[in-house]
């Protein structure tokens, strides 16, 4: 079982930047493959982001690459989001999530594990 507790989202304005972090318990977390997916009001849950467990390999949606980079920390079981130049659009619920496979596919498709998501606002 792993536990994902996101931390880092908030209030910011246009143009503005923000980190997102995802700390995982368990001893396995090093081959997990790590996602971020968010939720804007009205709208279904959609991909962000994804890394394989030795961040050789990311995925990004169109929509926000370019302005987003996911990273991991292994030794400290955790994976980041760091959102830059964002917009109102950006505007969601942001879950952390972690899938067992090695393949980002099935992250995207179906996450294994999800955290209780992290609410971003940015104001125009």
């Known amino acids: 079982q792993v536990q994902l507790v996101e931390s880092g989202g908030g209030l910011v304005q246009t143009g503005g930047s923000l980190r997102l972090s995802c700390a995982a318990s368990?001893?396995?977390?090093?081959?997990?493959?790590m996602g971020w997916f968010r939720q804007a009001p009205g709208k279904e849950r959609e991909f962000v982001a994804a890394?394989?467990?030795?961040?050789?390999?990311?995925d990004y949606a169109d929509s926000v690459k370019g302005r987003f980079t996911i990273s991991r920390d292994n030794a400290k079981n955790t994976a980041y989001l760091q959102m830059n130049s964002l917009k109102p659009e950006d505007t969601a619920v942001y879950y952390c999530?972690?899938?067992?496979?090695?393949?980002?596919?099935?992250?995207?498709?179906?996450?294994?594990?999800w955290g209780q998501g992290t609410q971003v606002t940015v104001s125009s």
């Open positions: 999530a972690a899938g067992r496979a090695s393949a980002i596919l099935a992250l995207k498709t179906r996450p294994d594990y």
């Open positions: 368990g001893r396995t977390f090093t081959y997990y493959t």
């Open positions: 890394i394989s467990w030795n961040a050789a390999m990311t």
